[in-house]
């Protein structure tokens, strides 16, 4: 079997357990172009991988050879994506399915470049209907690093899966004490359903509840969306759902709606999402130079600045706050300050206009300080 730590190992995993991996995602990955050329060109000479061409979209499938190789390595990770009728083994050709796969890969290609585990063997069993577990109660709960759970995965819970079935999330994001319910609107607005997605959330709170009382009992579902560029960024922000408001808007489903982007810099993010301690570091750096925060203005803050306006931490691109914020400076004619990553910049200048001033923060730098 090839090292584990190679290319080649790697894309072999992420297409075993997308199913079907659209092939313009690669560039993502570590290494020059020329390199990751050669590696799929080897993959396919082998018969490890296969391209599939169809509605003008390319993507890559493992072969029976791939598949048996993978299982021959670790058949308590692959198991699970070449058994019986799973959509990861018995590939689908529609349009619509392939794009639900490839929202999905893209999701889990972001969360494992974050450093987040996506394979069973290396999470808790949070979805299993099975009582009979080989794990302890107090193993069950223990979270040694952040989990992402896909859509397919999520189906493992049973006949609530029933309840969710046209949810448009791609999956579940498990931290040692949050979760957060992903989705992925790629380069455009996507569809929206209320109270489609409320009942995924009443869903994922009971279970919480139930499998992970000592870390997660009554915790308040986050959720993420997943965004091709800043500028998505921005039309999630002033979206009004369309004309039969079907698309996404800020509609209070969810208290903490962050966006992430599909880039190093959304990766960046999401690490910060994850860590708790991190985000409380970071908070008491960007704000020493501030006074507390103002309780009774009648406009969110996390300080005051010297000049008296109430200042915004937006790094985390909390799109709900960020709206709140917004209306309170414009109702009251109030002048605000937002603190967010240099690459961010553009899409809350145009968001807030005149109404609040924009300092950034280098990413690099927090990158080479918090992730070194």
């Avoid at 999520?154 to 791609?170: C, D, H, L, Y």
């Avoid at 109270?195 to 139930?210: F, G, H």
């Avoid at 499998?211 to 009004?240: C, V």
């Avoid at 808007?249 to 993010?269: C, I, K, P, Q």
């Amino acid at each position: 079997m090839r090292d584990k730590n190679s290319l080649s190992y790697q894309l072999m995993q992420l297409i075993a357990i997308a199913g079907d991996f659209p092939s313009d995602e690669i560039k993502r990955m570590e290494g020059g172009e020329h390199y990751k050329g050669k590696v799929i060109a080897d993959l396919k000479n082998n018969k490890i991988i296969k391209t599939y061409y169809k509605d003008h979209i390319r993507s890559y499938r493992l072969t029976i050879k791939g598949k048996r190789m993978l299982l021959a390595d670790n058949l308590s990770r692959f198991a699970f994506y070449f058994s019986g009728s799973a959509d990861t083994n018995q590939y689908r050709s529609t349009l619509t399915k392939r794009l639900r796969a490839h929202r999905i890969a893209q999701a889990m290609l972001t969360m494992k470049q974050a450093d987040i585990a996506l394979f069973p063997d290396e999470k808790i069993d949070l979805f299993d209907c099975c009582e009979q577990c080989d794990e302890t109660p107090h193993e069950r709960t223990r979270i040694k690093i952040p989990a992402f759970y896909n859509s397919r995965e999520m189906k493992s819970i049973g006949i609530e899966a029933n309840k969710f079935r046209s949810a448009r999330a791609v999956g579940v994001l498990l931290t040692n004490n949050e979760l957060f319910l992903v989705h992925n609107t790629v380069d455009t607005v996507m569809k929206w359903d209320v109270k489609t997605e409320m009942r995924v959330k009443a869903i994922l709170r009971n279970l919480c509840n139930q499998r992970l009382p000592e870390t997660h009992a009554n915790t308040t579902i986050k959720a993420i969306m997943l965004g091709a560029n800043i500028d998505i960024g921005y039309q999630l922000l002033t979206s009004n759902g369309g004309t039969k408001h079907n698309y996404f808007m800020l509609d209070g489903s969810f208290e903490h709606f962050h966006y992430v982007t599909h880039d190093h810099a959304g990766e960046v993010l999401l690490k910060l999402l994850c860590d708790a301690t991190l985000r409380t570091k970071l908070v008491d750096i960007l704000t020493q130079d501030l006074s507390a925060p103002d309780t009774k203005l009648l406009i969110e803050n996390d300080g005051i600045d010297e000049s008296g306006n109430p200042v915004l931490l937006a790094y985390d691109f909390n799109m709900p706050r960020l709206a709140r914020f917004n209306t309170a400076l414009r109702l009251q004619n109030h002048q605000g300050t937002a603190i967010c990553f240099d690459y961010q910049r553009d899409a809350l200048s145009a968001f807030f206009g005149e109404r609040a001033t924009i300092q950034t923060i280098d990413l690099q730098k927090l990158e080479r300080r918090f992730f070194p």
